[in-house]
């Protein structure tokens, strides 16, 4: 079922989006050759903690993966698509790209956002590959309107990644967002005729998620059983954004 918000609601979720973004402009600021993904977590943390927010992601239980998640960031680096956690082990280098995702839970609403930042001066390859998941994040935004359907959204993000040669993952997708993490209806970065393609209607609450791999589609998940990675260790980018479905277009939540 699909849980569409009141105004009040969505303008808490707004408060949730921009701590959002604040968090991953902070951590954002500082990647470059040397810094630990721990170094990430630990800005993130503080931030949460100073907005009397809690995380979406720490302690969140996956039975797949049989534990709690133990940090307040995703952190995501090369090969990695999601889920991998921060480390003080994971020295950054030039040529890296590091895919920060987080959630947080403010006043009784989530929002969930992630970006994926280059380290120092990365191929040309690669650069194209954040330019391209970027962009079809946009295409994808862009068709978040009351009236159209679901696979709209989907649709002009699979186009745009399709066109561009690269590979779309398809076990991970988005979601619908509101008091829970992941609510109705799922929102695959691809036209799935197995899934239902619901009309958009005003007060939906969607985190549109493209994560796309240079190489092959297809992923498996590391020992840890959170990291999932790409199967042939060619690079993944990864952004995402909470968008409102609004009367006057897509509100995206977690920008300013
Ligand atoms: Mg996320
Ligand atoms: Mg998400």
């Known amino acids: 079922m699909i849980i569409r918000k009141t105004d009040l609601e969505l303008l808490k979720m707004r408060r949730s989006g921009l701590l959002v973004h604040e968090i991953l402009h902070a951590?954002?600021?500082?990647?470059?050759?040397?810094?630990?993904?721990?170094?990430?977590?630990?800005?993130?943390?503080?931030?949460?903690?100073?907005?009397?927010?809690?995380?979406?992601?720490?302690g969140y239980y996956v039975p797949t993966a049989g534990?709690?998640?133990?940090?307040?960031?995703?952190?995501?680096v090369n090969e990695q698509i999601v889920h991998g956690f921060p480390s003080r082990k994971r020295i950054l280098k030039g040529g890296d790209v590091v895919t920060i995702d987080t959630g947080v839970h403010l006043?009784?609403?989530?929002?969930?956002?992630?970006i994926t930042v280059p380290v120092g001066a990365v191929s040309e390859e690669v650069a194209r590959l954040l330019d391209v998941t970027r962009t079809a994040l946009e295409l994808g935004i862009a068709q978040a309107s009351v009236g159209n359907r679901l696979f709209d959204i989907s649709g002009a993000i699979e186009k745009h990644i399709t066109t561009h040669g690269f590979a779309i993952v398809r076990e991970y997708v988005g979601h619908g967002i509101g008091t829970r993490l992941h609510e109705d209806p799922q929102v695959p970065?691809?036209?799935?005729?197995?899934?239902?393609?619901?009309?958009?209607?005003?007060?939906?609450?969607?985190?549109?998620?493209p994560m796309v791999n240079i190489g092959t589609a297809e992923t498996r998940v590391l020992s840890d059983k959170w990291t999932a990675v790409t199967k042939d260790g060619s690079y993944s980018a990864h952004f995402e954004h909470t968008v409102a479905i609004t009367e006057n277009g897509p509100w995206v939540l977690t920008r300013p």
């Open 189 to 209: 970065n691809y036209i799935d005729r197995r899934n239902e393609n619901p009309r958009l209607k005003a007060g939906m609450v969607l985190a549109i998620e």
């Open 27 to 58: 951590c954002a600021a500082i990647v470059q050759e040397g810094v630990t993904t721990w170094d990430l977590e630990v800005i993130a943390e503080k931030l949460i903690d100073d907005a009397g927010a809690t995380s979406a992601f720490k």
């Open 67 to 76: 534990s709690k998640f133990p940090c307040v960031l995703c952190t995501s």
């Open 107 to 114: 006043d009784g609403y989530y929002a969930d956002s992630a």
